[in-house]
C-alpha cells in the first residue's frame, strides 16, 4: 500500500499572535515555521497505516526552496521519504495549490490513500483537500477519527460529523483529512532527527507539472482584528452567595440568558 | 441571477446555523436585486421545505431521493452543482458546519469559482459578493474579492443572526435527481448520534467553560462547570491547558486550536486568558471571567469579572440561576 501525507510548513502557533497585516500582505511572514500541528496528526497515522498494513508513506511539501523543515519533521517522526514541490503557491488560489499537489501525486506513482490534517493554521481555509480530491477524482473522506480497516481495495473509516459520527467504507484511492481525535503524534526520536538532519529532499518543479495558476479570489484590506476595548466591572461582595446574585441581575439584565 | 443556500438536514431537521445564513442570504439578494432559493436534499424534503419558505426564501428546490437519504459528498455535489445551473446561481452559500465547508468547496472546485470558506462577514459590491475571513487561527482579518461569475462562500455559524421565520412564500419544485446508488462510492455503514442533549458548542447561545483553575481536582471542577452548563442550557467548552492535560476530550477546546465560538455570553471559570484562548472566543457578546488570581489576563477582555476560586463561586451561582430560572 502507497500512503502519501500532505504536509505544510506554517508559522509556530504560539507566535501566531505576533504575525502583523503588512507581513502577511507582503508574503512574507517573519515567524519561526514548522510543521502544521493539523499535519502531525496525518503524519502519525501515515506511519501507523504504514506498519499496520506494510505499505510506504510519503510526506509531500509545496513550498519555495530549502524549505524543508516540516518535511524533516515528518521524516524524524518516521514517515519513509520526503518530496518537495518547489514553487511559490502565495499568489495563486486554492485551486491552483490543489492543481498542482494533484499532478505531484500523479508524477510520483499510484497512491492508495491521500492523508491531510483538517486545516492549516495560517490559510484556514480547509479546502485544499477538498480541491485534490475532486482533481483526482477520488472520493474524499473529512474528519477522520479511526481508521478502522484498509482490505480488498478498500477503507473503512469512522469519521466525526455535527451532532455524532459515522462508519464509512470507500473503496480506494481515496483521500482522508484525519481529526485531532485520530491519534496522538509521537515526538522524533534522537535517532529519527538526526536521520531526517541528513536525508537528502528529493525536489520537483511545480512550474514543470504544467499546471495552469488561477487566481478565483484574491484577498484586500488585510488586517489585525480590531480588539474592542471592555470595560470590566468586577463583582464585589461579602460573599460568594451575594456576588451571584449581583452577576445574575447583572446578566439577565444584558438578555444574554 | 439568483442567490441559491443549501439548507443541510440532519435526522429531519435542518441545521439551525442554514437559517442564519439564509437571513445574510436574504440581505445579499436583496442588494443583488435578486431572487434568494433554497435548496433541501434528502430522502424526504418536506418539513425542511416548508420552513425554508418561512425564513425568506423566494423559492425552494428539493431533491428527494431515497440514495441521498444520508449525506455523501460525491452525491450532493452533483446535486448542488445541477441546482446552481436550474436556479442560475451567482451566489452559492452553506453554513460553515463540517459538511457545509466540503459540500460548497467540492462545488465551486468543480464549478472552477471562487470561495470564501467560513466567511465572518458577506456584503455586495456592484454586482459580486464580497466576503471576510479570519485566517492566521484568528490572528488576521482578510476581506475576499471574487474574480469569478460564481462566488461560493460557507458562513460561520453564528457570525449572522438568526432571522425571525415569517409567513411562507413562493413555491417549491423538485429538482431532477439522476444518481444510482452505484455511482457513489461512499456507503455509510452506521451512524451514531453524540450524547443527547448535549449543546454543541459552534451554535450555543450560552458556553460555560473551565481552564487550569480546576487542576486541584479536575474531575469536580468541570462537573460544576457542567451544572452550569445545564441549568443555563449552555454548552461546555474549555481551555487548551485543561484539554492538553487531559481534564477533558478535545472536542471541547475552544481557542486558536480548538473551536472558535461566538456566543452571547461566554463564562471563563479559571482560565488564565492566554491569547491563544482570545482568539477563539474574544468575539462573544457577554465574556464573564471567574479566577481567583485578580491579575490574571482574562479581566482585560471580560465584561463581568468576580475574583473568587471557581470551587465555591460556581456552585453559589448555579444555586441563584437555578433559583431564578425554576
Known amino acids: ?30 515567524a519561526t515555521m514548522v510543521i502544521n500541528p493539523w499535519d502531525e496528526f496525518a503524519a502519525e497515522e501515515a506511519i501507523d497505516l504504514a506498519d499496520r498494513f506494510d505499505g510506504d508513506s510519503v510526506a509531500i511539501s509545496m513550498g519555495e526552496g530549502g524549505s524543508t523543515d516540516a518535511l524533516k519533521h515528518a521524516l524524524a517522526m518516521g514517515v519513509g521519504s520526503a518530496v518537495l514541490i518547489e514553487g511559490d503557491d502565495s499568489a495563486a488560489d486554492d485551486w491552483s495549490t490543489a492543481a498542482v499537489l494533484a499532478a505531484a501525486l500523479k508524477e510520483q506513482g499510484s497512491f492508495d490513500l491521500v492523508l491531510t490534517g483538517k486545516q492549516s493554521v495560517d490559510g484556514n481555509s480547509g479546502s485544499i483537500f477538498v480541491g485534490l480530491a475532486r482533481t483526482l477524482g477520488y472520493p474524499l473522506l473529512v474528519n477522520v477519527s479511526k481508521i ?81 476595548s471592555t470595560e470590566t466591572q468586577i463583582i464585589e461582595g461579602g460573599s460568594v452567595e451575594e456576588k451571584a446574585a449581583k452577576l445574575a441581575d447583572a446578566l439577565l439584565a444584558e438578555k444574554v440568558i | 441571477m439568483s442567490v441559491l443556500v443549501w439548507v443541510e ?10 437559517w442564519e445564513t439564509m437571513g ?55 446535486v448542488l452543482k445541477s441546482a446552481v445551473s436550474e436556479a442560475g446561481a451567482t ?134 462547570v457542567a451544572d452550569l452548563a445545564k441549568v443555563l442550557g449552555a454548552a461546555v467548552g474549555a481551555s487548551r491547558a485543561a484539554v492538553d492535560a487531559g481534564f477533558i476530550p478535545y472536542k471541547n477546546q475552544v481557542g486558536q486550536t480548538g473551536k472558535t465560538v461566538s456566543p452571547d455570553l461566554y463564562i471563563a471559570s479559571g482560565i488564565s486568558g492566554a491569547i491563544q484562548h482570545l482568539a477563539g472566543m474574544g468575539t462573544s457578546k457577554i465574556i464573564v471571567a471567574i479566577n481567583k488570581d485578580g491579575d490574571a489576563p482574562i479581566f482585560d477582555r471580560a465584561h463581568y469579572g468576580v475574583v ?17 430560572l425554576g
Open chain 2, 91 to 224: 451566489v452559492v452559500l452553506t453554513s460553515g458546519t463540517i459538511r457545509g465547508r466540503e459540500l460548497s468547496a467540492a462545488a465551486a472546485c468543480d464549478l472552477g469559482a471562487g470561495i470564501a470558506p467560513d466567511a465572518i462577514e458577506l456584503g455586495v459590491d456592484g454586482e459580486k459578493l464580497t466576503a471576510t475571513r479570519s485566517i492566521y487561527s484568528g490572528n488576521i482579518l482578510t476581506d475576499v474579492i471574487f474574480n469569478t461569475d460564481i462566488q461560493f462562500a460557507s458562513a460561520r455559524p453564528r457570525a449572522f443572526s438568526m432571522p425571525e421565520a415569517g409567513a411562507a412564500n413562493g413555491s417549491v419544485s423538485e429538482l431532477a435527481v439522476n444518481i444510482s446508488e452505484a455511482d457513489i462510492p461512499e456507503k455509510v455503514v452506521s451512524i451514531e448520534a453524540s450524547d443527547s442533549g448535549e449543546v454543541s458548542l459552534t451554535d450555543a447561545n450560552i458556553i460555560c467553560s473551565g481552564g487550569r483553575g480546576v487542576a486541584q481536582d479536575p474531575e469536580a471542577g468541570f462537573a460544576l
Open chain 2, 308 to 324: 473568587e476560586d471557581l470551587f465555591e463561586m460556581l456552585p453559589a451561582l448555579t444555586a441563584e440561576f437555578q433559583k431564578r
Open chain 1, 148 to 228: 478502522v480497516n484498509v482490505e480488498d481495495g478498500s477503507v473503512t473509516v469512522e469519521r466525526l460529523v455535527d451532532g455524532g459520527q459515522e462508519l464509512v467504507v470507500c473503496p480506494l484511492p481515496a483521500v482522508i483529512s484525519v481529526a485531532k481525535e485520530i491519534n496522538d503524534p509521537r515526538y522524533p526520536s534522537f535517532m529519527g532527527i538526526r536521520k531526517a538532519s541528513k536525508a537528502d529532499i528529493p525536489t520537483i518543479s511545480a512550474a514543470g507539472l504544467g499546471v495552469t495558476a488561477s487566481s478565483t479570489v484574491s484577498w484586500t484590506n488585510i488586517r489585525k482584528p480590531q480588539i474592542q
Open chain 1, 1 to 30: 500500500m502507497k500512503i502519501a501525507v500532505l504536509i505544510k510548513q506554517t508559522p509556530d502557533t504560539a507566535e501566531l499572535p505576533k504575525v502583523s497585516a503588512d507581513e502577511v500582505s507582503s508574503g512574507s511572514v517573519q
Open chain 2, 24 to 78: 445574510k442570504a436574504r440581505e445579499v439578494a436583496n442588494e443583488l436585486g435578486t431572487s434568494l432559493v433554497a435548496l433541501v436534499i434528502g430522502a424526504d424534503t418536506a418539513a425542511v421545505a416548508a420552513e425554508a419558505q418561512t425564513y425568506g426564501a423566494d423559492s425552494v428546490l428539493t431533491a428527494t431521493d431515497p440514495v441521498l437519504a444520508d449525506y455523501r459528498l460525491s452525491a450532493y455535489v452533483e
Open chain 2, 9 to 18: 438536514q440532519s435526522g429531519g431537521e435542518a441545521i439551525s446555523s442554514c
